[in-house]
């Protein structure tokens, strides 16, 4: 729920948000150095702001990586104006979580999500009961689109819809599924990050990753029955007769998101622009014009009107942990830290790649589990390492990297879908970690094997 109370700066911190995405929107087309200067001073002070609001160690960290990156333009005797865009290299990952959610809001405004609900409900009452695999689909796909909104939308689904499940065990659920688009979905930051880090463009991986995402939802189909909570109540409804209601046609709702996906892989196909850029731009520009096609833009408006002012306060985390990454990211580029790193690694797997696959992703696991966000560790990674330093390519280490983190998230109590998962479920998180230390386990072995073996075969 929104919460209306905010104070009138906090709201005007959201609007400096948008403010400083179309800055970073429009420096990637008029190139000057006028417009990256602006929004990474805006950046900092973002970050200066966010800082007041964050929990003490999340301010620890921040804080850290302030300080170390500091250090680092310092000996390296860094000029001061590259110190400063330090603060916006990671305004396109920003961008994308602020302006991502713009397709849902437009989807909530135009009634699609409704229609969806009413159409899942038709479809329980008509077909009897199978709310995990629903729950699953319909959070692989939506989610490919909303990212964290689609769990708690599919849970408010699952609550209105289906008349018995085991509460926890459908969270859960939920919470897999999200994790499928992880390892694919242009539209999510991991992804976004890692094709800007190594320089690639989407057609170039997403192939592999559709198919580590095959393997991840084989691997969740047979491992579903391990799903077991000692205390999973059993939610049971009575059906009211929805029946005789008519349900809204969902053509409107597969002819937007047909529309917005195939626009993204076919603009990227089509022009040199990457993946982030294009998603930005079609987030805002498609739900304007569709909007005013269905004549939804006066409600639209005001729903994303509240989303804008609302959104510092709802990213407040994101904003100073993405900024301070990446600031401490480039930092480290500037140094020969990552020559280190690499022989470090490199001895420590006794020069097999295979080993160091596994170093990396366990890494980030474990460097999850003490509090530093994966996109911490990604761009520590990805700045520090360079792939033709262990004979592979930036495809793979691309990849791998998606693996890590995906795997990464499933685990820390820190993470978004981890609290997400806790929140919806009312759970503390070590209840999920519990049920997922197995199934993150044979999934590594899995998706690393799968990446390693695409590599012996000489497709990356």
């Given amino acids: 729920m929104v919460n209306t109370n905010l104070h009138p700066f906090t709201k005007a911190l959201g609007v400096l948000c948008y403010i400083t995405s179309i800055l970073y929107l429009i420096e990637h087309f008029y190139h000057h150095r006028f417009f990256v200067l ?157 094709l800007v880090l190594f320089d690639l463009s989407w057609i170039e991986i997403g192939g592999y990753g559709l198919l580590l995402a095959a393997l991840y939802l084989l691997v969740c189909a047979l491992m579903f029955s391990r799903i077991k909570f000692p205390d999973d109540p059993l939610i049971e409804r009575q059906s009211n007769g929805r029946t005789a209601v008519a349900t809204p046609s969902l053509t409107p709702f597969f002819l937007f998101c047909g529309t917005l996906v195939g626009l993204s892989f076919l603009l990227e196909f089509l022009s040199h622009v990457n993946m982030i850029i294009i998603v930005c731009l079609l987030s805002i520009v498609l739900p304007v014009i569709w909007s005013l096609a269905t004549k939804t833009l006066r409600s639209f408006t005001q729903d994303l009107a509240l989303q804008v002012q609302h959104s510092f306060f709802q990213l407040k985390n994101e904003i100073a942990i993405f900024i301070s990454a990446g600031f401490f990211g480039k930092a480290m580029a500037s140094t020969e830290i990552g020559a280190y790193i690499s022989s470090w690694l490199f001895q420590a797997s006794f020069g097999s790649v295979y080993i160091l696959s596994y170093l990396i992703v366990l890494l980030t696991i474990f460097l999850a589990q003490i509090g530093i966000h994966p996109v911490i560790i990604v761009i520590g990674i990805g700045s520090a390492l360079s792939p033709e330093n262990f004979g592979v390519s930036a495809h793979y280490l691309a990849l791998l990297l998606l693996v890590a983190w995906s795997m990464a998230t499933q685990l820390s109590p820190f993470s978004g879908q981890m609290l997400m998962a806790a929140k919806l479920m009312n759970q503390p998180a070590k209840t999920i970690m519990r049920q997922n230390v197995a199934y993150v386990a044979v999934l590594t072995v899995v998706l690393v094997t799968a990446v390693y073996s695409l590599y012996l075969l000489h497709f990356i």
């Fill in 38 to 194: 602006t929004y990474s001073i805006l950046g900092a002070f973002l970050l200066v702001c966010a800082f007041y609001f964050l929990s003490k160690i999340s301010r620890l960290v921040v804080a850290l990586l302030l300080v170390a990156g500091s250090i680092c333009f310092y000996v390296e005797q860094i000029r001061i104006e590259e110190v400063i865009s330090g603060f916006g290299e990671n305004i396109n990952l920003l961008s994308l979580f602020l302006l991502i959610p713009i397709i849902g809001t437009f989807m909530s405004s135009a009634g699609y999500l409704s229609a969806l609900k009413k159409a899942v409900q038709e479809r329980e009452e008509r077909s009897g009961q199978h709310p995990y695999r629903l729950s699953f689909l319909l959070t692989a796909t939506i989610g490919i689109m909303l990212n964290f909104g689609s769990m708690a939308i599919v849970k408010r689904i699952a609550e209105e819809s289906f008349s018995s499940y085991r509460d926890q065990k459908l969270t859960l659920t939920i919470m897999r599924a999200f994790a499928f688009c992880m390892l694919w979905s242009p539209y999510f930051v991991n992804v976004g990050l890692i």
